[in-house]
Nanobody
Framework: VQLQASGGGLVQAGGSLRLSCAASGRTFSGYGMGWFRQAPGKEREFVAAIKWSGGSTAYADSVKGRFTISKDNAKSTLYLQMNNLKSLDTAVYYC???????????????????WGQGTLVTVSS
């Protein structure tokens, strides 16, 4: 599985960005796809995830109501729409893929076996 994240950049607080993650290498039926982020000096943390089949989603409490995860099956692309961005959202964002994942495990980094290279999101206050 190859994952290519894009869409990061510099945005003012209150603004929006949409991240994309192009996936390739296999079909993703049964997979979970997620977004994680890592701020300087902090551990990588879960942001949002979605099951490729069925579309069940999970979100970190810190982004609920502001971020939306979605996918385009035909394009094998994962998205993260980020609205009302805050300075605390500044981080490198990674997309990841998890085979045969159950919904209750969507938020666990250890469930994910493939990771993209990361895209930097900087929110200025």
């Amino acid at each position: 599985v190859q994952l290519q994240a894009s869409g990061g950049g510099l945005v003012q607080a209150g603004g929006s960005l949409r991240l994309s993650c192009a996936a390739s290498g296999r079909t993703f039926s049964g997979y979970g796809m997620g977004w994680f982020r890592q701020a300087p000096g902090k551990e990588r943390e879960f942001v949002a995830a979605i099951k490729w089949s069925g579309g069940s989603t999970a979100y970190a409490d810190s982004v609920k109501g502001r971020f939306t995860i979605s996918k385009d099956n035909a394009k094998s692309t994962l998205y993260l729409q980020m609205n009302n961005l805050k300075s605390l959202d500044t981080a490198v964002y990674y997309c990841a893929a998890a085979p045969r994942i159950i919904t209750s495990s969507l938020g666990r980094p250890s469930s994910y076996t493939s990771w993209g290279q990361g895209t930097l999101v900087t929110v200025s206050s």
